[in-house]
């Protein structure tokens, strides 16, 4: 989870302000922030949209787990018909922050991925972690990437039968030169 100066809601929470025990935690946008949200995931509306978060700082490792889910309620246009589609999401959130990694690695330097390892934490930035960003990306991750409207069925285009034109042959104007001599 990287911080975006664009992302369009943020809700940031200090991390020396987590109580060792833990905190719960629920964060709901308001109808601007919906409708920010909602053009910024080219959506036709996100009417409704909260999460409940538990955040656990693990000892002294400067690691804090999120787990959490979140619901909304969206309207998408159809793929096929643009009638618009409301969808339900409801998306559980599990993640761990920590500290940024080594600022001396370098962007263009090769990353190696292990698939049997366990990923990286997400980076705790300027001291907070923004559960609103989370939100955001856990809901794009949720919606339809190809709605549908019901009933909606796509026709293709008929196919034509017809034999395309043959192309000239470069060729048979030299011969028809060839043979005018």
């Known amino acids: 989870m990287t911080s975006d100066e664009s992302m369009p809601f943020s809700h940031a ?18 109808i601007a922030e919906r409708d920010a949200v909602a ?8 009417s409704e949209m909260s999460a409940e ?9 400067g690691l804090v787990r999120v787990n959490g889910r979140l619901t909304a309620k969206v309207t998408q246009s ?15 959130i599990s993640l761990t922050f920590g500290p ?23 980076p705790i930035i300027d001291g907070a972690i923004d559960l609103g960003a989370v939100m955001v990306e856990h809901l794009s991750l949720g919606i339809d ?18 034999a395309p034109e043959p192309k000239a042959n470069p060729f048979a104007v030299l011969a028809s030169l060839k043979q005018k001599r």
């Open 145 to 162: 990437p190809f709605p549908r409207a019901a009933g909606a069925e796509f026709e293709a285009p008929e196919d034509k039968a017809e």
């Open 53 to 61: 978060f538990q955040l656990t700082p693990l000892g002294k490792t």
């Open 78 to 92: 159809c793929g096929v018909t643009l009638a618009p589609v409301e969808t339900v999401v409801d998306e559980e």
């Open 100 to 122: 940024p990694g080594d600022e001396d690695e370098e962007e263009d330097d090769e990353i190696e991925i292990d698939f049997h390892e366990a990923d990286p934490p997400d």
């Open 13 to 30: 929470v200090l991390v020396d302000k987590i109580p060792a025990r833990g905190s719960r935690l629920r964060v709901e946008p308001g």
């Open 39 to 46: 053009r910024w995931l080219d959506l036709r509306e996100v």
